[in-house]
């Protein structure tokens, strides 16, 4: 599998004052936007060349606007031989702004997309140990980090523990790889990995995080404790107890208020 999140083509020159532009040592985040959507369906579907049936990669892009125009990664997404999974909402937990165009865009999205291997187009279920996770995935901004746009280790720790799940052996790949984020993740999980960036800073940067890894670890671990459920969906089942909004009590199907929901204290489990 894969995890990656490439330049945004965000234009930085034409940044208003409010925001603190994001400038790369080795490449300029400025191409006309259709040369750059071509690059990304070529760069996604060399890592679908390269990436097992049966494997996933995980693209972290947002939304931009161009002259008031939206551009959508959905735009090229679609273009590339990927199945499109799953579309995840990162809330990245950042301030508001004070004034602005649109409502304070605090969000960035990341795909699941999924290689079918034979013919299953939908792929393995998840472990229920991860069924806590919803498809909002809310991290705190990355302190600490000279890279001017790493994503936080707990984002590609969450990605690879509920994909790899029990499987013992495999290879990550990070595209652009920035400051090693992806590959302190496979490293601490067990993982091989594959690390690119045209950056040759960011590169021995990403060299001396990986040296020093155990510095992370408590983060990761931060993270892996939150892929744990009590009991699992078949658990409770069988034992008649909750299992969503919907029971059935001798044999009748009755639907709870969201009130009755709230009261038995369920939504905390
Ligand atoms: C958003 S950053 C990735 C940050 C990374 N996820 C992290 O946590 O540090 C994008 C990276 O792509 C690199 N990059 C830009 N153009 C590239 C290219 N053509 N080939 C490889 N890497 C490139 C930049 O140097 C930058 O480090």
Redesign the pocket.
């Known amino acids: 599998m894969g995890?990656?999140?490439?330049?945004?083509n965000k234009r930085e020159n034409k940044k208003g004052w409010l925001v603190d532009k994001?400038v790369?040592?080795?490449?300029t985040?400025n191409l006309p936007e259709e040369e750059y959507q071509r690059?990304q369906i070529e760069v996604l579907n060399e890592l679908y060349r390269v990436i097992k049936p049966g494997g996933s990669f995980f693209y972290?892009h947002k939304l931009r606007w161009e002259r008031g125009f939206m551009l959508h990664p959905m735009d090229w997404l679609r273009k590339t031989k990927w199945v499109i999974r799953q579309e995840i909402i990162w809330d990245r937990m950042i301030a508001a702004n004070i004034r602005g165009w649109r409502f304070w865009q605090v969000e960035e999205r990341i795909y699941w997309l999924y290689k079918p291997e034979g013919k299953n187009i939908i792929g393995k279920e998840l472990k229920p140990r991860h069924a806590l996770l919803t498809s909002i995935w809310r991290f705190p901004p990355?302190n600490n980090?000279p890279?001017?746009?790493?994503?936080?280790?707990a984002l590609?720790v969450r990605a690879i523990y509920s994909i790899m799940d029990e499987k013992s052996d495999g290879i990550i790949i990070?595209?652009?790889?920035?400051?090693?984020?992806?590959l302190v993740a496979a490293k601490i999980l067990g993982y091989h990995y594959i690390g690119?960036?045209?950056?040759k800073e960011?590169v021995e940067y990403?060299i001396k995080r990986l040296k020093n890894y155990r510095n992370e670890i408590k983060a990761v671990e931060e993270e892996l404790s939150r892929h744990v459920v009590r009991k699992t969906f078949k658990e409770r089942k069988e034992k008649g107890e909750f299992v969503g909004r919907h029971r059935k009590v001798n044999n009748q199907k009755f639907s709870l208020t969201l009130f009755e929901y709230q009261e038995r204290g369920d939504h905390h489990e």
């Not at 995890?3 to 945004?8: A, F, K, L, R, V």
């Not at 690119?196 to 950056?199: C, N, V, Y």
């Open positions: 995890i990656t999140s490439p330049p945004y994001v790369y040592t080795g490449a985040d690059i972290n990355e980090n890279h001017p746009a790493p994503f936080p280790i590609p990070d595209p652009y790889c920035g400051s090693g984020t992806t690119i960036d045209i950056s960011y990403s």
